[in-house]
């Protein structure tokens, strides 16, 4: 995108074939050298000889081009940063920019997003009126998601964050500020701060990536430590914006569920169980209704949904539910249902020890005790960081081993580095299946309660 929007309408050819080799948008068959063969044939067949003498600028961009034909980078990158200054300083704007931009194509192509995002970021903010600055600031946030992304560093987060706060402010209503705007609500919601994403109202017809994201954001609000009266307030809000998701016009239950639906009475049937008794019975009907609707709910849903339906129906009396659900659920389900027990007990100590002592008393599925053949032989950070780096990125293996690593980093003491690691995991490897998701939801759960 970056290359094509490079391509300037040029007098002079050199500069012309130039603009051609750094601007036109190649496939990955084409390299840019493949992109300046094509600009010196053209300039060969369709530029008269030179008719006036080369501006001074122009001639250090024509010096750029002979460097990159030898095959020296850091010699062109350095001419045409020597050039874009000239340029400047004569107040050839219009080609000062596009000289700012080749350089910091070179750069990302080289590899250096780092310094590809501050080019990019730097050129169209000299120029933020060209038509072209909106896009080359965009490709400034693509080179920081990069560098990010190989990074992984506080330092890298907070810029290509900055980058995406202020596209938006400086091109609010631009062809990228969709593209960017949700860039932005995903580091948002990596960084935690679900008061700035749930400011935003919800989009009046939101697409699946939207809904998950909002649902992401109110889980986030819920596992927060806040005050009676706050929690209340986010409660009313977040049933006032979900419930119309899983209740039809007519305020009836959907004849087919979707899994966005499910997710929501999922999430609103732990809010409201965290209330207590009142509470509970909300959830119990919310989920019990999901449980056995149509289509049959997947099972990680129901590994997912079964700790509060076990917990709610034990508080409503319904123990025939809460033992049909439990003889469902295996070990890694009963864990989680330790986490529930401990937020209500936090949320509702008056009520919760009792449905405690009926969880303890009910017999659990004995999971075997066979190690797994692919666990490495010592439970310890380095091994598991060792298996990570040695599995296929997003594989089962790997994120087992990632899961694994983050649970050593908390057992470890270092709880914050294992909130970053899961943070980035989210933004970096958050899509998958419903299994994995709920993996990271439980690693999430059992990191707030610290």
């Given amino acids: 995108m970056i290359r094509a929007m490079l391509l300037p309408v040029m007098v002079q050819a050199a500069v012309v074939g130039l603009a051609i080799v750094l601007a036109a948008a190649p496939t990955h068959a084409?390299?840019?050298?493949?992109?300046?063969?094509?600009?010196?044939?053209?300039?060969?067949r369709d530029t008269p000889r030179q008719t006036r003498p080369?501006?001074?600028?122009?001639?250090?961009?024509?010096?750029?081009?002979?460097?990159?034909?030898?095959?020296?980078?850091?010699?062109?990158?350095?001419?045409f940063d020597e050039a874009a200054a000239e340029a400047f300083r004569v107040e050839a704007t219009g080609a000062a920019f596009e000289y700012a931009l080749a350089a910091a194509e070179l750069t990302r192509a080289a590899g250096d997003h780092a310094d590809a995002a501050r080019r990019f970021r730097?050129?169209?903010?000299?120029?933020?009126?060209?038509?072209?600055?909106?896009?080359?600031?965009?490709?400034?946030?693509?080179?920081?998601?990069?560098?990010?992304?190989?990074?992984?560093?506080?330092?890298?987060?907070?810029?290509?964050?900055e980058l995406l706060a202020e596209?938006?402010?400086?091109?609010?209503?631009?062809?990228?500020?969709?593209?960017?705007?949700?860039?932005?609500?995903?580091?948002?919601?990596l960084s935690g701060d679900w008061r700035s994403l749930l400011a935003e109202p919800p989009a009046p017809?939101?697409?699946?990536?939207?809904?998950?994201?909002r649902l992401q954001a109110y889980r986030l609000a819920f596992a927060e430590p806040i005050d009676a009266a706050d929690y209340a307030t986010l409660l009313a809000t977040a049933t006032d914006e979900l419930q119309p998701m899983v209740l039809t016009d007519a305020r009836r239950w959907?004849?087919?569920?979707?899994?966005?639906?499910?997710?929501?009475a999922l999430l609103l049937a732990r809010g409201h169980l965290a209330r207590g008794r009142p509470g509970a019975e909300y959830a119990r009907q919310m989920l019990r209704v999901a449980w056995r609707g149509s289509p049959r709910a997947s099972d990680d849903w129901r590994r997912r949904a079964g700790p509060a339906l076990i917990v709610s129906s034990l508080a409503a009396e319904d123990r025939e539910t809460a033992k049909a659900v439990r003889s469902q659920l295996?070990?890694?389900?009963?864990?989680?249902?330790?986490?529930?027990?401990?937020?209500?007990?936090?949320?509702?100590?008056?009520?919760?020890?009792?449905?405690?002592?009926?969880?303890?008393?009910?017999?659990?599925?004995?999971?075997?005790?066979?190690?797994?053949?692919?666990?490495?032989?010592?439970?310890?950070?380095?091994?598991?960081?060792?298996?990570?780096?040695?599995?296929?990125?997003?594989?089962?293996?790997?994120?087992?081993?990632?899961?694994?690593?983050?649970?050593?980093?908390?057992?470890?003491g270092h709880t914050d580095d294992a909130r970053k690691l899961l943070r980035l995991t989210w933004l970096l490897a958050g899509e998958g299946d419903e299994a994995w998701r709920a993996s990271l939801d439980a690693a999430h759960a059992s990191l707030r309660q610290e």
């Fill in 30 to 44: 084409q390299s840019l050298a493949d992109e300046l063969r094509r600009a010196d044939r053209a300039m060969q």
């Fill in 254 to 264: 959907p004849k087919r569920w979707t899994v966005w639906q499910r997710d929501a």
């Fill in 54 to 79: 080369l501006a001074s600028f122009e001639a250090i961009a024509r010096e750029a081009g002979a460097a990159f034909r030898r095959g020296d980078r850091q010699a062109a990158l350095d001419r």
């Fill in 122 to 161: 730097r050129a169209a903010l000299s120029a933020v009126r060209d038509p072209r600055a909106a896009a080359a600031h965009e490709a400034g946030c693509l080179a920081a998601a990069e560098a990010f992304r190989a990074d992984g560093s506080a330092k890298a987060m907070s810029y290509y964050g």
């Fill in 167 to 189: 596209h938006l402010a400086t091109w609010p209503r631009g062809a990228s500020a969709a593209e960017i705007g949700a860039r932005r609500r995903d580091w948002l919601l």
């Fill in 330 to 412: 295996l070990r890694g389900e009963l864990i989680e249902l330790t986490v529930v027990e401990r937020q209500l007990a936090t949320n509702a100590p008056d009520r919760w020890p009792a449905i405690a002592e009926r969880l303890a008393a009910t017999p659990q599925p004995v999971e075997s005790s066979r190690r797994s053949v692919e666990e490495p032989e010592a439970d310890t950070l380095a091994a598991w960081t060792e298996r990570e780096r040695n599995a296929p990125r997003n594989s089962g293996e790997w994120r087992r081993a990632r899961l694994a690593r983050i649970r050593r980093l908390h057992a470890d």
């Fill in 205 to 213: 017809s939101p697409d699946g990536p939207s809904i998950d994201r």
